[in-house]
């Protein structure tokens, strides 16, 4: 009986250890939704739940990337990472409401266990999650009107800040979705995805792409995915990609040297895929 328990607790404190982003990311989400409804008086509680998911998708990430370290940081996995945690959040919420009280006692005993474990995570967890906790109460009356806006202040660094035009949570969700299905598409067409958002210049400018694939003659290419009705290629795009098509680029940052490419030495004219979902 002391060992089987002893092994149960050496299983639960591993679950902790290898999980620590996630749970730290959920109480931060907690906390911000939690503090938001305070605020609001429960008016905002779709805002709420979208600021809370995005905040703890965000938390998520940076714990792994500049905690742990156990991956490395780009501005697209962590746009991915608060875009996911909001939608999730705000579809979560929707399912509470209409959950059987079978399911929701579920749900609350779950969420305990969660709070629970986090108490034995590196004192760093409390810190961060304690400090987080206090920025947001100072503006939680806002919360559910910043949610909206949360991902025009996550600009594109290669291609400029951000517009203030609509879309937000909205139009990054439907964006990302557009380059799963390019994603889908080119594997079934026998193709390699090597990388994604490689930047290049061109004469004109420059452009990041979506994906590069290498194809079945072992060529390389890259698509760009767009999708929805009101998609259009942005301007430098629109001049860009037909120099990459004519006369090639050169690929610049991680990206390229992660995909296989070396920064800085040009390549030739490559194709320039344009996936319309």
Known sequence: GLFWGQGVLSNIGGFVSEHSGEIVGAVAATV???VC????????????????????????????????????????AL??????GAASAVVAGGIAEIA?????????TAASAVQRAAQTVAPRATQAVASTSKAIAAGAKNLATQAKNIFKRVPKPDEGPATSGAGGVTSVLKGE?????????????????LGRE????????????DILVRDAEGNLKFIESKNGPSASLTPNQTVGYPILRSEGGIPRGGNASRAGLTPGEPIGPIPVQEDWW
Do not use: Y
């Open 32 to 34: 911000v939704t939690g």
């Open 37 to 76: 409804l305070a605020g609001t008086g429960g008016a905002g509680s779709v805002g709420c739940l979208a600021a809370g998911g995005a905040v703890g998708g965000a938390v998520t990430n940076l714990w792994k990337t500049q905690v742990q370290h156990t991956q490395q940081f780009s501005w697209s």
């Open 79 to 84: 746009a991915s990472d608060v875009a996911f």
């Open 100 to 108: 059987t009280p079978w399911v929701a006692g579920v749900a609350k």
């Open 177 to 193: 979705a557009g380059v799963q299905r390019s994603i889908a598409a080119a594997e079934a067409r026998g193709e390699t995805v």
């Open 198 to 209: 490689i930047t290049m210049d061109t004469t004109a400018g420059r452009v990041r792409p």
